[in-house]
């Protein structure tokens, strides 16, 4: 089992990280494929606490190739702040780039808070990285990329047209002054791009290379299913592929390769932004959840709204992400809660839906139908923490059971349970990577 898939499985935020970081021990190679500085993903490690934007979580490892795939898009500032904040605590990782990623240009930024303006009760609550403009220039093809920045003269040109546009747009469609001029974003971003240099290579032959050689490679998801542009809760979503086929077109590896699909799961609901949540909890319980489980953005620091465990959904992701295994994340930030419930289906104009319609205004009108059962005890830090040396078997048996279930119902096997944000706080099921179940 050489190539391995990680997505999230529900709105964002589920612990991709930390599973990737996990896993990422066994790989030779981890590639981010799709989202920008939209994502964050946090990871504890020896104590340490980093949050990650674009660069893959394999960087705590210097020794693995981490790329950047082309379906990434990439704002070269963030992505500065990220490598300086490695560099402080001396880790220089390793990192190739592909030269067809695209770049979030200033402009891209400003149309991100325009267009959220116009958009009234639709407005997905961006992060406000210019994610939405940025992809949409890549797909009416007036995207710039991370190769075109290595051309001066073309790089030029481009952005002459693009400015000289984006002004026009901005100033008489929503009358905003963009005020930064032409000269100084070329100033700006050709030394982006002198700085990018040594980090763009040709990452789609090194993903050959290391297929050819049965290597280990990991691909690591930003945001999540109900994010995603095509199979998310369109227009409450993002604007990437943010599941499993977008591994495949976003780092440039044909499906074939792909060994593995891992769901990574937070066993409730939480969800940043707007649109319908059907197991919303308004309530006591949800802020109670919120507060115990530090449940505030990585990339925003806006509060996440939370929820029951919605089955539905998860449904939906297997079949959607082709799913293999699940990784459930927080079963510590879920103890404590005296009686849980899982959405098991829900009810729309009479009739019993195991996935999600297609449409966001039709799942507005889902009634959730809850299981309920019994919660587990939190048994502290250091006991979770022993549980997740001595194994599923010495999780509470409440907690085994209610796990039990949803993999059950869901029909793919558990790979993973986390029981703390650390490295450590982690049961491994199965290793994406040894043939043995
Ligand atoms: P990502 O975007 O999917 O990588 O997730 P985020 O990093 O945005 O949010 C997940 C949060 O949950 C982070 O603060 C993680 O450190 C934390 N986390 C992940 N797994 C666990 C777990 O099993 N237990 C606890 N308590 N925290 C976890
Ligand atoms: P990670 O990778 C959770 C949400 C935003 C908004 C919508 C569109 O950390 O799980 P965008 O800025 O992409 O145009 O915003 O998507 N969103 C996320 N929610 N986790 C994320 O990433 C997200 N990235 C975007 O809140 O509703
Ligand atoms: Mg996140």
Known sequence: MAFAIVVGAQWGDEGKGKVV??????????????????????????????????????????????????????????????????DAVGIKPNIRISPRVHLVMPYHMALDGAEEGKKGALAAGTTMRGIGPCYSDKAARFGIRVGELLQPALFKEKLHTMHTLKVKLLKEVYGIDFK?????????????????????????????????????????????????????MYPFGTSSNTSAGGACTGAGVGPTAIDEVVGVVKVYTSRVGTGPLPTELNDATGQAIRDKGGEYGTTTGRPRRIGWLDLPTLRYAARVNGLTGLAFTRLDTLS?????????????????????????????????????FAGWEDIGADKWRACAKAGFKSLPKEAQVYLKYISDEVGVPIYVVGVGAARDDTIILKDVFSKKA
């Open 21 to 86: 970081d996990y896993y990422a021990a066994q790989a030779d190679i981890v590639v981010r494929f799709n989202g920008g500085a939209n994502a964050g993903h946090t990871i504890v490690s020896g104590g340490k606490k980093f949050a990650f934007h674009h660069v893959p979580s394999g960087v705590l490892y210097p020794e693995k190739i981490n790329i950047i795939g082309n379906g990434v898009v990439l704002e070269p500032k963030k992505f500065f702040e990220e490598l300086s904040q490695l």
């Open 180 to 232: 930064q001029t032409e000269d100084e974003i070329y100033k700006q971003y050709t030394e982006y791009g002198k700085k990018l240099a040594p980090f763009v290579a040709e990452t789609g032959e090194i993903l050959a290379d290391a297929l050819a050689k049965k290597k280990k490679v990991l691909f690591e998801g930003a945001q999540a299913t109900m994010l995603d542009i095509d199979h998310g």
């Open 336 to 372: 404590g809660v005296k009686t849980v419930q899982i959405c098991t289906h829900y009810e729309l104009d009479g009739k019993k839906l195991l996935t999600p319609p297609a449409s966001y205004t039709d799942i507005a009108r889902c009634k959730p139908i809850y299981k309920s």
